[in-house]
């Protein structure tokens, strides 16, 4: 069994699964797409300067911003056991940062994290699942064909694998999601978030340009285009 900074698959699997009665995972829903966009889709990332952090409570002020749809607040960082973790609030269509794009994370395998899920329910990407399927105790086929998942330790903590997800980009996929109270807590920040992202209801352009005067120097505003189904 694998030990300090790696990945662990926890053999007394009941305690994780005594842990989140909310989740039912010797089913597995259908694998769900996020919903598709428009052509030419962006989404506004407003972010913390210099990798820092934003009160929780920005996301209504956002919110009061004119032509502003979707709101999606984010929390990431790495856990003790240097995992990528990235707190995130259940939505239909959920977005990842890499370089200058959003890109859309599809759930290739089980489901999605969803409004209601117990603390311990993560999705893992396809790469970081690759990437430690020793520690899983399974092949990477045989992961994503099965209804159910191993569970694991993060940060010190349990959860119970719900499902997988992909956005096409290797990097983006080596991380882990989670619900963003539970992210809060596991990365010592609570009520606080590393940014949102924003699908604007109108031009994209003159929402992010009212999100700049509204919000000043508190946050750093980027247009991002937006790839994925």
Do not use: C
Request: charged share 15%; glycine share 12%.
């Amino acid at each position: 069994m694998p030990t300090g900074k790696t990945i662990r698959f926890l053999l007394a699997s009941t305690l994780v699964l005594a842990m989140v009665p909310a989740l039912s995972l010797g089913q597995s829903k259908p694998s769900q797409a996020p919903s598709k966009g428009p052509k030419g889709t962006i989404v506004i990332q407003v972010r913390a300067r210099a990798g820092g952090f934003l009160p929780q409570a920005l996301r209504d002020r956002i919110r009061g911003v004119p032509n502003v749809g979707q709101v999606q607040s984010f929390l990431e960082g790495r856990t003790t056991d240097a995992v990528r973790v990235i707190g995130v609030e259940p939505a239909p269509m959920l977005h990842l940062r890499s370089g200058n794009e959003a890109l859309a994370a599809a759930t290739v395998q089980g489901r999605g994290l969803e409004a209601g899920d117990a603390a311990e329910a993560m999705v893992v990407g396809k790469t970081f699942a690759q990437k430690n399927k020793t520690a899983l105790g399974l092949s990477i086929p045989t992961m994503l064909t099965k209804d159910h998942f191993p569970p694991i330790v993060v940060g010190g903590q349990g959860f119970a694998i719900i499902g997988i997800f992909a956005t096409g980009d290797p990097e983006t996929d080596d991380q882990v999601l989670v619900l963003l109270p539970t992210a809060q807590q596991l990365l010592n920040q609570p009520g606080r978030v590393s940014g949102l992202y924003v699908l604007p209801a109108a031009s994209g352009e003159q929402v992010s340009t009212d999100l700049r005067r509204a919000l000043g120097t508190t946050a750093e505003v980027t247009v991002l285009p937006r790839r994925g189904p």
